[in-house]
């Protein structure tokens, strides 16, 4: 199975430019499954939520999700990015897995990062699984990096691979991420934009590296902090579900469970 990232820039409230751009990556890269940033539609940084109203689809008969869908089976590829989604009334940052049998899996991002409290609703469960060439394929959105349980709920429930679009600000998720891809012994792929957005007395800037991990934390692939590229590795999805360490030891079936108390359950700290 090939797969690829596409890191790019992309523009602020331009949702027809950026279809363009994701568009055109996914016709040109080889690949099976092509992993895009989060809100890549939109750009990143929403004043309000009319502004991010105005600019957010529904999956998927949005015009995004009809696009590269259609695309996506004309030429036989899949690819995962992220999106402003709307539902009703509800705005979330959420990120969508499409792939040539039509179908569309919608991730709900479940951690929200600073000023996106202000204006993306909290979601509920969302699906966030699906299957490319016989691999299953997770979803998880950027700030879900802070939270293992999400990569671990993941990997218990068969992944592959985790897809993980993002929009990093600090620098220390793409390390993380290598340990989360070895913890876990999945494929991950975290793909992130680069440069700046500035609005309304707001600055922030994106750090690019985006890279693809192996079940041993080995990147297979990484980008540069700015420069705007699609990376591809080849993954072998058996070597995700060898979970044996030693001769005696196995990553899941070696967990206990009995002993991690709160860590499986909501703390007293947590917003439930
Ligand atoms: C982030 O979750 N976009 C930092």
Redesign the pocket.
């Known amino acids: 199975m090939n797969v690829g990232f596409y890191q790019f820039s992309p523009a602020y409230g331009d949702p027809e430019g950026n279809l363009r751009r994701l568009a055109a990556a996914l016709r040109s890269a080889a690949v099976d499954l092509l992993v895009c940033p989060?809100?890549c539609t939109t750009g990143?940084l929403f004043l309000d939520r009319d502004e991010l109203n105005a600019v957010a689809e529904r999956i998927p008969d949005g015009p995004t999700c009809k696009a590269l869908g259609a695309l996506c089976r004309e030429i036989g590829r899949s690819i995962v990015f992220g999106i402003a989604e709307r539902a009703g009334d509800g705005l979330f940052n959420s990120a969508v897995l499409l792939t040539p049998d039509g179908g569309a899996v919608c991730y709900r991002?479940a951690?929200?990062?600073?000023t996106?409290l202000n204006v993306f609703d909290r979601p509920g469960s969302s699906p966030r699984m699906g299957i490319v060439k016989g691999a299953k394929v997770g979803i998880m959105?950027?700030?879900?990096w802070r939270f293992p349980e999400v990569a671990r709920a993941l990997a218990l429930e068969g992944a592959d691979v985790i897809a993980h679009p993002?929009?990093?600000?600090?620098p220390y998720c793409q390390d993380a991420m290598v340990t989360r891809s070895l913890e876990n012994r999945v494929f991950s792929v975290t793909a992130n934009r680069t440069g700046v957005e500035e609005t309304g007395g707001l600055r922030t800037a994106f750090t690019g590296r985006s890279q693809i991990v192996s079940p041993m934390g080995a990147r297979l692939a990484q980008a540069d902090p700015d420069e705007e590229c699609v990376r591809t590795a080849i993954l072998n999805p058996a070597e995700a579900r060898d979970k044996g360490v030693t001769a005696r030891n196995d990553l899941f079936r070696d967990r206990r469970p009995d002993l991690y108390g709160p860590a499986l359950g909501g703390d007293r700290r947590s917003k439930g």
């Open positions: 989060e809100l990143y991002k951690h929200l990062f600073d996106e959105v950027c700030f879900d993002a929009n990093l600000v600090h």
